[in-house]
């Protein structure tokens, strides 16, 4: 008997590496329970002293456990293993001992060191991420309807604003999309019966003339000096100062606009498809030019962290660094685009490219589109498309200009299912040609197309002034008195819907006695004249008669 009880009392004064509770249990003797009952109230006992020696401290206690939330540490650095150590929180401890066994057995056999560091770092992510902007406390957002921001774009000090400045534009925002989507309702109700702008409507392009027409044409001295100190203070730091520059009217238009964009940049951080700068490409260096993203692009997580890509101009492949990309260039044998090239005149060329047969080609250019455009949604689905890039030839090859995509076969007749001018040709008169080779691609396989939607904001300007510009030539070369929209898309291969949309836009179609009449407004064709022979022979335009293509079959 008395070497049972001797091992009893050598197994449960090892309570700091083992439960006791369980030899215990298995003895199932008498003096054993009477012996663990006793070791269990000691150690409950020592619990309830120290609770009370550090009532004192019981706020200091709180605040530390407000900061952080793990378990304190021993000497070594591990968390406690001790079942003394583990669990002193309950002030009911000492007088539940079940309790307290539960909660001994509990915390013994869970790592307590792991949970609590991995809450506190996402709490660090939360908390510690900060805006990159010099000075700002990453406190409101541009467009008003958050309290932080973690990025450039979402930041009002960069915009040259305050954070009550920008709740204040977002209500009135919000006020005026209200308005301006029950005009629409009402417009949509009536829209067969009035083809021609209401007076409303009239009224308000007058006031946005004349808004235009105030404002003055240049900086004075002052406000010049104004705009270079704060360059000059600031750098790249900051916005410009915008104020002067065009008329308020403008101004608001591009402030709603940049609104948006931040909107939409918050949107997509929230859904993890971007986090707060990390993961965004700002800039490729494209051969000679480095140029600026605009938009998130899905490139492998180890290259679009980088912040910098860059890019071979001629294969489109993606690197990590200039020592890669120079050591690429070295080796690379591209020096146009795969497949056949269709087009050429001077130095501008187009080639097909087949998705099927050059895949990788095809998935690297939808890559570099998407910084640039809005709207893409294709990266890697690129098979049924058949590709049409367009380069400009030097004596070191032939340098990307732009490109759009068709489907091999669409039900719906699109001609072009994704379009882009790359940044460095834009305004040069790119756009409006790419946007003719696909309307000649239709002409000669004699149908009628249109872009696919939705269009981004600068490929829909450009397709209106192609649209205009392509019937204003129609009235000008037409000589009889009688005109349809049949004959004109026919003629043109424009979608008969864009045709409508056009002539609506320059108030050249009438409703009158129940027949839809064109009208040739001679203004409008005079000042569309005079611009074409300001622009003169150097006007890029396409040559049908450089083409050297014919529909494919069965792709």
Same mark, same amino acid.
């Given at each position: 008997?008395?070497?049972?009880?001797?091992?009893?009392?050598?197994?449960?004064?090892?309570?700091?590496?083992?439960?006791?509770?369980?030899?215990?249990?298995?003895?199932?003797?008498?003096?054993?329970?009477?012996?663990?009952?006793?070791?269990?109230?000691?150690?409950?006992?020592?619990?309830?002293?120290?609770? *009370?020696?550090?009532?004192?401290?019981?706020?200091?206690?709180? %605040? /530390?456990?407000? %900061?952080?939330?793990?378990?304190?540490?021993?000497?070594? !650095?591990?968390?406690?293993?001790?079942?003394?150590?583990?669990?002193?929180?309950?002030?009911?401890?000492?007088?539940?001992?079940?309790?307290?066994?539960?909660?001994?057995?509990?915390?013994?056999?869970?790592?307590?060191?792991?949970?609590?560091?991995?809450?506190? $770092?996402?709490?660090?992510?939360?908390?510690?991420?900060?805006?990159?902007?010099? @000075?700002?406390?990453?406190?409101?957002?541009? =467009?008003?309807?958050?309290?932080?921001?973690?990025?450039?774009?979402?930041?009002?000090?960069?915009?040259? #604003?305050?954070?009550?400045?920008?709740?204040?534009?977002?209500?009135?925002?919000?006020?005026?999309?209200?308005?301006?989507?029950?005009?629409?309702?009402?417009?949509?109700?009536?829209?067969?019966?009035?083809?021609?702008?209401?007076?409303?409507? *009239?009224?308000?392009?007058?006031?946005? /003339?004349?808004?235009?027409?105030?404002?003055?044409?240049?900086?004075?001295?002052?406000?010049?000096?104004?705009?270079?100190?704060?360059?000059? =203070?600031?750098?790249?730091?900051?916005?410009?100062?915008?104020?002067?520059?065009?008329?308020? &009217?403008?101004?608001?238009?591009?402030?709603? /606009?940049?609104?948006?964009?931040?909107?939409?940049?918050?949107?997509?951080?929230?859904? !993890?498809?971007?986090?707060? @700068?990390?993961?965004?490409?700002?800039?490729?260096?494209?051969?000679?030019?480095?140029?600026?993203?605009?938009?998130?692009?899905?490139?492998?997580?180890?290259? /679009?962290?980088? !912040?910098? #890509?860059?890019? $071979?101009?001629?294969?489109?492949? &993606?690197?990590?660094? %200039?020592?890669?990309?120079?050591?690429?260039?070295?080796?690379?044998?591209?020096?146009?685009?795969?497949?056949?090239?269709?087009?050429?005149?001077?130095?501008?060329?187009?080639?097909?490219?087949?998705?099927?047969?050059?895949?990788?080609? $095809?998935?690297?250019?939808?890559?570099?589109?998407?910084?640039?455009?809005?709207?893409?949604?294709? &990266?890697?689905?690129?098979?049924?498309?058949?590709?049409?890039?367009?380069?400009?030839?030097?004596?070191? !090859?032939?340098?990307?200009?732009?490109?759009?995509?068709?489907?091999?076969?669409?039900?719906?007749?699109?001609?072009?299912?994704?379009?882009?001018?790359?940044?460095?040709?834009?305004?040069?008169?790119?756009?409006?040609?790419?946007?003719?080779?696909?309307?000649?691609?239709?002409?000669?396989?004699?149908?009628?197309? *249109?872009?696919?939607?939705?269009?981004?904001? #600068?490929?829909?300007?450009?397709?209106? *002034?192609?649209?205009?510009?392509?019937?204003?030539?129609?009235?000008?070369?037409?000589?009889?008195?009688?005109?349809?929209?049949?004959?004109?898309?026919?003629?043109?291969?424009?979608?008969?819907?864009?045709?409508?949309?056009?002539?609506?836009?320059?108030?050249?179609?009438?409703?009158?006695?129940?027949?839809?009449?064109?009208?040739?407004?001679?203004?409008?064709?005079?000042?569309?004249?005079?611009?074409?022979?300001?622009?003169?022979?150097?006007?890029?335009?396409?040559?049908?008669?450089?083409?050297?293509?014919?529909?494919?079959?069965?792709?």
């Amino acid at each position: 008997m008395p070497r049972r009880r001797q091992r009893h009392m050598a197994g449960s004064g090892s309570d700091a590496t083992e439960d006791s509770d369980s030899s215990a249990e298995r003895e199932q003797t008498n003096s054993s329970e009477s012996d663990g009952n006793r070791t269990k109230r000691q150690r409950l006992t020592r619990a309830s002293t120290r609770l *009370s020696q550090s009532s004192h401290d019981t706020a200091d206690l709180k %605040q /530390a456990a407000d %900061q952080d939330e793990s378990p304190p540490l021993t000497p070594t !650095g591990n968390a406690p293993s001790s079942e003394s150590e583990l669990d002193i929180s309950s002030p009911n401890a000492s007088h539940d001992e079940s309790q307290a066994k539960d909660q001994v057995n509990r915390d013994s056999d869970k790592d307590l060191s792991h949970r609590p560091k991995r809450r506190r $770092c996402h709490e660090t992510y939360n908390f510690n991420m900060k805006c990159p902007t010099p @000075g700002c406390n990453s406190l409101g957002h541009l =467009t008003g309807k958050h309290e932080r921001h973690f990025a450039v774009s979402g930041c009002p000090l960069y915009h040259n #604003l305050s954070a009550d400045e920008c709740k204040v534009k977002a209500v009135s925002r919000e006020k005026q999309d209200e308005d301006m989507k029950i005009q629409e309702e009402t417009n949509s109700r009536h829209a067969t019966r009035h083809q021609t702008p209401t007076s409303k409507q *009239s009224r308000y392009k007058e006031q946005v /003339a004349e808004m235009r027409k105030g404002r003055n044409s240049s900086l004075q001295k002052e406000q010049k000096e104004k705009h270079m100190e704060h360059r000059q =203070t600031h750098g790249n730091t900051r916005e410009p100062l915008l104020e002067n520059i065009t008329s308020d &009217y403008d101004l608001e238009l591009f402030r709603k /606009a940049q609104a948006r964009a931040s909107e939409d940049l918050e949107k997509l951080r929230i859904q !993890g498809q971007i986090t707060e @700068g990390s993961n965004m490409i700002k800039t490729i260096l494209f051969g000679r030019y480095e140029l600026d993203t605009w938009y998130h692009s899905p490139y492998p997580e180890e290259y /679009a962290r980088l !912040g910098r #890509l860059y890019v $071979c101009e001629f294969c489109l492949k &993606y690197m990590k660094s %200039q020592t890669i990309l120079r050591r690429h260039m070295a080796k690379c044998v591209w020096k146009h685009p795969p497949g056949d090239e269709v087009y050429r005149k001077g130095g501008i060329s187009v080639f097909e490219v087949d998705g099927k047969k050059n895949k990788i080609y $095809c998935q690297n250019l939808c890559l570099l589109a998407k910084l640039f455009l809005d709207h893409k949604t294709l &990266y890697y689905d690129v098979e049924p498309f058949l590709f049409y890039v367009m380069t400009e030839a030097d004596n070191t !090859g032939c340098h990307l200009v732009g490109y759009f995509s068709k489907e091999k076969n669409s039900f719906l007749n699109y001609n072009v299912s994704c379009i882009l001018t790359m940044p460095q040709y834009m305004r040069q008169g790119f756009g409006k040609m790419l946007i003719d080779f696909s309307y000649l691609l239709s002409k000669v396989e004699e149908k009628v197309g *249109s872009p696919e939607r939705p269009l981004s904001d #600068l490929g829909l300007i450009s397709y209106r *002034s192609y649209w205009k510009e392509v019937l204003l030539r129609y009235m000008h070369d037409f000589q009889g008195k009688e005109i349809s929209i049949k004959e004109i898309s026919q003629e043109t291969a424009v979608n008969p819907v864009d045709i409508v949309s056009t002539l609506q836009s320059l108030q050249m179609l009438k409703y009158w006695k129940g027949k839809h009449l064109v009208l040739k407004r001679q203004d409008l064709i005079d000042e569309w004249k005079a611009k074409e022979v300001k622009r003169g022979n150097g006007n890029k335009t396409i040559d049908p008669s450089s083409l050297k293509w014919t529909p494919p079959k069965g792709t």
